[in-house]
């Protein structure tokens, strides 16, 4: 079949990103040709960033989770997508022989926030996405949580990812980031069309 363009943009003959065939024209393209359906399973739909723009340096000594204020809140546009999450930034076991124990919580719509962490709910062992450990050194070190997460939700339910830490033993200053005011935790949350 013969292609046409005209002087407009119109292309006569030929179907675009899966439009008709017929006539497809630029606003049409713009408007239509790179919609979700159309880019198919494991497209990204949106990527969305989220960090503590204070800077706020969490610290705790306490054995059990406890809520950082470094967060990323997507709100996904399809039902069934999968979010890939990233958390990058640094801790600080802050003592000889002290473990800090990294993880993430989700909650959907304002619900309670669960442990995503698989290795974490492995044997109810808690440990986490991560552990920073200096067993005779205090250490400050970077991080970086890669996990791609199935939620159940409903569209139009924000999803939010916090970051939770805690020690082994209740004791020592732990912190994330080692240090407040200038260095920031990054949270990214992305869209995956299934």
């Given at each position: 079949?013969?292609?046409?363009?005209?002087?407009?943009?119109?292309?006569?003959?030929?179907?675009?990103?899966?439009?008709?065939?017929?006539?497809?024209?630029?606003?049409?393209?713009?408007?239509?040709?790179?919609?979700?359906?159309?880019?198919?399973?494991?497209?990204?739909?949106q990527v969305v960033?989220?960090?503590?723009?204070?800077?706020?340096?969490?610290?705790?000594?306490?054995?059990?989770?406890?809520?950082?204020?470094?967060?990323?809140?997507?709100?996904?546009?399809?039902?069934?997508?999968?979010?890939l999450i990233t958390f990058t930034g640094d801790a600080n076991n802050n003592g000889s022989g002290n473990y800090l124990l990294i993880t993430v919580f989700r909650s959907v719509n304002g619900g309670t926030f669960s442990d995503i962490s698989e290795l974490g709910q492995s044997g109810g062992n808690s440990n986490g996405f991560m552990i920073?450990?200096?067993?005779?050194?205090?250490?400050?070190?970077?991080?970086?949580?890669?996990?791609?997460d199935s939620p159940s939700y409903s569209v139009g339910n924000a999803i939010e990812y916090k970051i939770y830490f805690k020690g082994n033993t209740g004791g020592g200053n732990l912190e994330i980031p080692s240090s407040g005011?200038?260095?920031?935790?990054?949270g990214i949350a992305r869209e995956i069309a299934t």
């Open positions: 079949m013969p292609i046409a363009i005209n002087g407009s943009g119109t292309i006569t003959g030929v179907s675009v990103g899966g439009l008709p065939d017929g006539i497809v024209d630029t606003d049409m393209i713009a408007a239509n040709a790179v919609t979700a359906a159309k880019r198919g399973s494991g497209a990204i739909l960033q989220g960090y503590d723009t204070n800077f706020t340096r969490a610290a705790t000594s306490s054995s059990s989770y406890v809520a950082t204020t470094h967060s990323v809140t997507i709100t996904p546009t399809q039902a069934n997508s999968k979010i920073v450990n200096g067993s005779s050194s205090r250490i400050e070190v970077p991080f970086c949580i890669n996990f791609l005011s200038n260095q920031p935790v990054l």
